[in-house]
């Protein structure tokens, strides 16, 4: 009798031993496809007729494009199953996904990527506080601190660290800024209990935004939250505010943020996340008190590893037991 198959979007970078331990209960189809055109077009073929799950990583989408409607209905119906290979799945729609028939029910890693999205915050939070890009950048040119040399940068010790978005991922860095003796307020659509919220007090949006001296956005993108912070928000701001964004570019104005640093009114900010990946704003680039990362938020060893470990299970189970270990919130109740 023939396998079920699995159709793979994107590399498995470190876990090959569980990925072909996976051959045991499936085939595994990649995609000849190099461009979502192509791939719709694949789909059409009856190429995918018998897959019945796959297996995504975030970089795949160059392949695929988004999973929005269009894609959901192109795909044959025997594929059932989406395993995301990341914690933010704004490139899957999930309520098109509900809304086919049958359903293409997702999953996603829930807390695996908490502790090194929430240590790049720290990284970018002290990084653009200390303002160590200049001297870094002049270093490298030869030039040791830079002449004149940069302007003095911040302790974290004593000032206030805005989270907007207490997930899992804020509540790590709350914990973690705790050590550097920061003082956190947070900003949910909800308070949560203060266990959840690792002691951290709730305040308004409008209250984070002026309180913060650090404000880190870790909240996931979705219509609600695109350009949560624009020139309005900035605006609210205390000057000389710090932002870091490790969440997702589009929950920022990216050319807002630009004016604001232009002007002074935010000091500095770190980001790992952009608006137009992998484009960076040519305004973010040339102010040298932005610290910049190529959206590497859980590109390490063990968390990478664990993430795709992770992912093969959700595969694992859907081709064996018809259901994933962890379903996307809005998907909990279709299976
Ligand atoms: O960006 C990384 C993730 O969503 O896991």
């Given at each position: 009798?023939?396998?079920?198959?699995?159709?793979?979007?994107?590399?498995?970078?470190?876990?090959?031993?569980?990925?072909?331990?996976?051959?045991?209960?499936?085939?595994?189809v990649?995609?000849?496809?190099?461009?979502?055109?192509?791939?719709?077009?694949?789909?059409?073929?009856?190429?995918?007729?018998?897959?019945?799950a796959?297996?995504?990583?975030?970089?795949?989408?160059?392949?695929?494009?988004?999973?929005?409607?269009?894609?959901?209905?192109?795909i044959?119906?025997?594929?059932?199953?989406?395993?995301?290979?990341?914690?933010?799945?704004?490139?899957?729609?999930?309520?098109?996904?509900?809304?086919?028939?049958?359903?293409?029910?997702?999953?996603?890693i829930?807390?695996?990527?908490?502790?090194?999205?929430a240590?790049?915050?720290?990284?970018?939070?002290?990084?653009?506080?200390?303002?160590?890009?200049?001297?870094?950048?002049?270093?490298?040119?030869?030039?040791?601190k830079?002449?004149p040399?940069?302007?003095?940068?911040?302790d974290?010790?004593?000032?206030?660290?805005?989270?907007?978005?207490m997930?899992?991922?804020?509540?790590?860095?709350?914990?973690?800024?705790?050590?550097?003796?920061?003082?956190?307020i947070?900003h949910?659509?909800r308070?949560?209990?203060?266990?959840?919220?690792?002691g951290?007090?709730?305040?308004?949006?409008?209250?984070?935004?002026?309180?913060?001296?650090?404000?880190?956005?870790?909240?996931?993108?979705n219509?609600?939250?695109?350009?949560?912070?624009s020139?309005?928000?900035?605006?609210k701001?205390?000057?000389?505010?710090?932002?870091?964004?490790?969440?997702?570019?589009?929950?920022?104005?990216?050319?807002?943020?630009?004016?604001?640093?232009d002007?002074?009114?935010?000091?500095?900010?770190?980001?790992?996340?952009?608006?137009?990946?992998?484009?960076?704003?040519?305004?973010?680039?040339?102010?040298?008190?932005?610290?910049?990362?190529p959206?590497m938020?859980?590109?390490c060893?063990?968390?990478?590893?664990?993430?795709?470990?992770?992912?093969i299970?959700?595969?694992?189970?859907a081709v064996?037991?018809?259901?994933?270990v962890?379903?996307?919130?809005?998907?909990?109740d279709l299976?």
């Amino acid at each position: 009798m023939s396998k079920p198959k699995v159709l793979q979007l994107g590399e498995i970078v470190l876990a090959h031993d569980k990925w072909e331990q996976l051959t045991d209960v499936a085939e595994i189809v990649t995609p000849k496809a190099t461009n979502r055109e192509e791939f719709i077009a694949e789909c059409k073929s009856g190429r995918f007729d018998d897959v019945i799950a796959a297996y995504r990583t975030f970089p795949s989408v160059s392949i695929t494009g988004i999973f929005d409607e269009e894609l959901v209905q192109a795909i044959p119906k025997s594929w059932r199953f989406l395993a995301h290979n990341g914690a933010g799945y704004d490139q899957v729609d999930a309520h098109a996904c509900a809304a086919r028939d049958p359903p293409l029910l997702v999953s996603n890693i829930p807390t695996i990527a908490d502790d090194s999205t929430a240590d790049t915050a720290v990284f970018l939070i002290l990084g653009a506080l200390r303002n160590l890009n200049p001297s870094m950048q002049a270093l490298r040119e030869g030039k040791w601190k830079g002449s004149p040399p940069p302007a003095l940068g911040h302790d974290p010790q004593g000032k206030t660290l805005g989270i907007l978005g207490m997930g899992g991922i804020g509540r790590n860095l709350k914990v973690k800024m705790d050590v550097f003796g920061m003082k956190a307020i947070y900003h949910n659509r909800r308070k949560m209990s203060s266990e959840d919220a690792a002691g951290a007090e709730y305040v308004s949006f409008d209250e984070l935004l002026a309180r913060s001296d650090v404000l880190s956005l870790n909240l996931p993108l979705n219509p609600k939250t695109r350009h949560i912070i624009s020139t309005a928000e900035f605006a609210k701001m205390k000057k000389g505010v710090v932002i870091v964004n490790t969440a997702r570019g589009p929950v920022m104005d990216e050319d807002a943020l630009v004016k604001a640093l232009d002007s002074g009114h935010v000091a500095s900010c770190g980001l790992d996340v952009f608006e137009e990946e992998p484009k960076v704003h040519e305004g973010l680039i040339r102010n040298p008190r932005t610290v910049l990362v190529p959206h590497m938020g859980t590109w390490c060893i063990e968390t990478q590893m664990m993430m795709e470990e992770w992912t093969i299970g959700n595969v694992r189970e859907a081709v064996t037991k018809g259901k994933l270990v962890s379903p996307v919130p809005e998907h909990v109740d279709l299976q």
